[in-house]
Every structure is written in C-alpha cells, then in structure tokens.
Nanobody
Framework: QVQLVESGGGLVQAGGSLRLSCAAS????????MGWYRQAPGKQRELVAS???????NYADSVKGRFTISRDNDKNTVYLQMNSLKPEDTAVYYC???????????????WGQGTQVTVSS
C-alpha cells in the first residue's frame, strides 16, 4: 500500500505565503516524478509544478517566480513553497507521485487526498 499525505494548506491573505508538504509512505521501490496539481471550483485539475528524480523542474506559467518546488528523496517528500499568493491561487492542491512499489512493476500515478488553499483579497 502506498499513501501520499499532504499538509500545510490553509487560509492566507493576498501577498502571504504557505508551504505545502507531501510525504509518500508504504511499500515504495522507486519514485520518478513528484508534483503538485490544483483544482479550483468549476475548473479542471491543472499542473502547478513537478520535479523529477533528477531534479528537472517544471512550473505552470501562472506560478513562475512565486512558487518553488523541492524534494527530499531520503524522506520521499515533496514541498511547495508558495509566496506572493493571489486570490486566483485558491484551490484544492493535490500531491502526485509517479512511482513503482516493486522492481518488476511499472510506474504508476498516486494521489494525495488534497489540501485546501484559500487566498483572501
């Protein structure tokens, strides 16, 4: 069993900061990419940022220069530092990990339960 547990969401005023964390636990052989997605009411889920095991990083244009993704491979944990938050960043943020739990299995996507981020104007 693999679990992704997120923490760090909450309510913040515009211009403020939040840091999200997501720890993967359970039977894990190897993790490829980890990342954060978000879904606002009435909108599709979108990629916010991702980081591969080789630390290749990708950001959505809307968060470049404000958000920073990082990863601790020893702890199977990914972080998202969010600065200069805007009301349009309000959404449920989901952690994603592309991993394999056995040497002979393929890589599969796993998701966290989601954490609410609300930015007030």
């Amino acid at each position: 069993q693999v679990q992704l547990v997120e923490s760090g969401g909450g309510l913040v005023q515009a211009g403020g900061s939040l840091r999200l964390s997501c720890a993967a636990s359970g039977s894990i052989f190897s993790i490829n990419a980890m990342g954060w997605y978000r879904q606002a009411p009435g909108k599709q889920r979108e990629l916010v940022a991702s980081i591969t095991s080789g630390t290749r990083i990708n950001y959505a244009d809307s968060v470049k220069g404000r958000f920073t993704i990082s990863r601790d491979n020893d702890k199977n944990t990914v972080y998202l530092q969010m600065n200069s938050l805007k009301p349009e960043d309000t959404a449920v943020y989901y952690c994603n990990a592309n991993l394999k739990y056995r040497i002979y299995t393929g890589y599969q996507d796993y998701w966290g339960q989601g954490t609410q981020v609300t930015v007030s104007s």
